[in-house]
């Protein structure tokens, strides 16, 4: 099944670190993604800017290399390629500086939506605001995306707020956490509230706990420096866990709109109670028989960061009072996969007496990869001979069940963040409070591990952590799942 595509309207996006790793990787292929799914239209424009003095030509080089080594060989076709690169424009601008800037005015049109992407690194995200402003080149309806991290604790989170304040209203500021643009982090709202059977047991008197994995197999991989001042808690939880956790603890809000969704997060992340030192575990990875170790990657032989956390988390508010979220997330981890497992309680009375195989009934939302759903219940094992319980798994690949034998058409985060902001829909976007409310709660825990000079666990690559880690649902009398493809 091919997606259903509504076009945007024209758009002038000016692609701020139009030459990095972010760009090259999945901003210009997800747009051209996009353009050949017929959705951005042949009279938009993306301008690419970064210091690097290049013409135009140069720069349609660079983006063919990238849709060349991001775009699947059947996603690719010659003529829609030209297509789109004629839509491609490069400017040279020091963001930090002054020059550049009226030719970048120049180019833009009047009567398209505007969008500046701020694809650079975050420092410079205040002074490229500032320039914005100061050359007149955003107009009232222009829309920013500033990527992540967005600030490094609650102070320069609220100083980059105000400087963004200070130019542009709320509904202009788009601050992207890809994992919300990922098919089934929407889905969770779906399956949740498209849905009676799930919503009646969402809540503490029927869930026991819930698990939120990310995993990955990968090290820092090059990026090194920024890992090693941020580490999985700033990088991970402060973020895309804390994201995923308020999608699966929010209230129903009144409607599928952003305010009424980012206001029933930001109640979810204000009800978080704060971490206890004995409730997280930190890890970082050892060297492996081929890959290095965190400390080799990070360039700090006596780093102290962490390649690894899980914590336990409590949620104080009437729906969730009692039931625990568990957390966990960790580079060079035994594979690369992301779920969420809803674990329901027992029912208040066996009718099969005791001894019999039950177990709970549990709800696993895959995130990636191999996205889909998953219900384990009970039924009785085929056959004569008594009442015998067995599990049996209610498996749905969202992949196989939309899209057939070719599988669903499913668009990438960024594409689809990236459509969100030219029709102005913020609703898969963080609004500042909430992102401030994030770090009011992490920057506490980080500042413990400081005082008490806290240092995290070595684990070895390819395993699932740290044992403490094991040790944290063990003494709660429950399991972490398994990590695997
Ligand atoms: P890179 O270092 O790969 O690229 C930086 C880009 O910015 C280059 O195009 C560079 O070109 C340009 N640039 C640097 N300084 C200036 C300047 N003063 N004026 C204008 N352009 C400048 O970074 P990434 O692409 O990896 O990251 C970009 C942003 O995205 C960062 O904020 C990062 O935190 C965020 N991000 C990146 C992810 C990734 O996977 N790469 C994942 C999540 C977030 P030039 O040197 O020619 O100026
Ligand atoms: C980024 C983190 O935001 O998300 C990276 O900075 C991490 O460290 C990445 O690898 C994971 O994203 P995904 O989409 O591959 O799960």
């Known amino acids: 099944m091919v ?44 301008i690419g800017v970064a210091r690097k003095a290049m013409t135009r030509e140069d720069y349609r080089a ?12 059947e996603r690719r076709d010659g003529e829609v390629e030209r297509a789109f690169l004629d839509c491609i424009d490069y400017v040279a601008v020091d963001v930090g500086g002054d020059a550049g800037w009226s030719e970048l005015s120049a180019l833009m049109r009047e009567g398209v939506v505007r969008a500046f992407y701020f694809s650079v690194g975050p420092g410079l995200f205040g002074p490229l605001a500032d320039r914005l402003h100061a050359h007149a080149i955003a107009d009232t309806d222009a829309r920013v995306v500033v990527e992540k991290p967005f600030g490094n604790d609650l102070a320069s989170a609220r100083a980059l707020n105000a400087t963004l304040a200070a130019y542009f209203r709320e509904d202009q500021v788009y601050r992207i956490d890809h994992y919300l643009g990922k098919e089934t982090v929407q889905n969770l709202m779906a399956v949740r509230f498209a849905n009676i059977l799930f919503e009646p047991l969402w809540n503490a008197q029927f869930v026991d706990h819930v698990q939120i994995t990310v995993a990955e197999s990968v090290g820092v991989n090059g990026r090194g420096e920024y890992y090693d001042r941020a580490g999985a808690m700033r990088d991970m939880v402060q973020n895309h866990l804390m994201q995923l956790l308020c999608l699966i603890a929010m209230e129903p809000p009144f409607r599928f709109e952003p305010d009424a969704v980012r206001d029933e997060k930001l109640k979810v992340i204000r009800a978080l109670d704060p971490v206890r030192s004995d409730e997280i575990v930190r890890g970082q990875y050892r060297a492996g028989a081929t890959t290095p170790a965190y400390r080799e990657e ?30 966990r997330t960790g580079k060079r981890l035994r594979a690369r996969t992301s779920e969420i497992a809803v674990t329901f309680k027992e029912p208040p009375h066996s009718i099969f007496g005791e001894g019999e195989s039950w177990k709970e009934n549990v709800l696993v939302i895959r995130l990636q990869p191999n996205e889909g759903m998953n219900l384990r219940v009970m ?64 920057d506490p825990v980080i500042a413990g591990w400081e005082e008490r000079g806290d240092r995290p666990q070595p684990y070895d690559p390819g395993s699932s952590g740290p044992e403490d880690a094991l040790m944290l649902m063990h003494r709660d009398a429950r399991r972490w799942r398994e990590i695997r493809d």
Not at 20 to 45: N, T, V, W
Not at 62 to 73: D, H, N, Q
Not at 392 to 403: W, Y
């Open 62 to 73: 660079v983006v063919a290399e990238a849709i060349g080594e991001f775009v699947a060989p």
């Open 379 to 442: 039924i009785k094992e085929p056959g004569p001979g008594g009442m015998r319980l067995k599990e049996v798994p209610l498996d749905m690949s969202f992949a196989e069940a939309l899209g057939g034998e070719g599988g669903a058409d499913i668009p990438d985060a960024y594409e689809r963040l990236i459509m969100d902001v030219i029709r102005g829909n913020q609703t898969l976007f963080m609004r500042g409070d909430e992102v401030e409310a994030a770090w009011a709660w992490t």
């Open 298 to 327: 990070a360039g700090d032989p006596d780093s102290l960061t962490e390649s690894y956390i899980a914590l336990k988390v409590h949620v104080s508010n009437w729906r969730w009072k009692g039931t625990p979220f568990y957390l």
């Open 3 to 46: 997606a259903r595509v509504i076009p945007v309207d024209p758009f002038d996006l000016v692609v701020f670190g139009g030459t990095g790793d972010l760009a090259r990787r999945k901003i210009l292929p997800g747009l051209y993604r996009r353009f050949s799914a017929g959705q951005m239209p042949r009279e938009s424009r993306i």
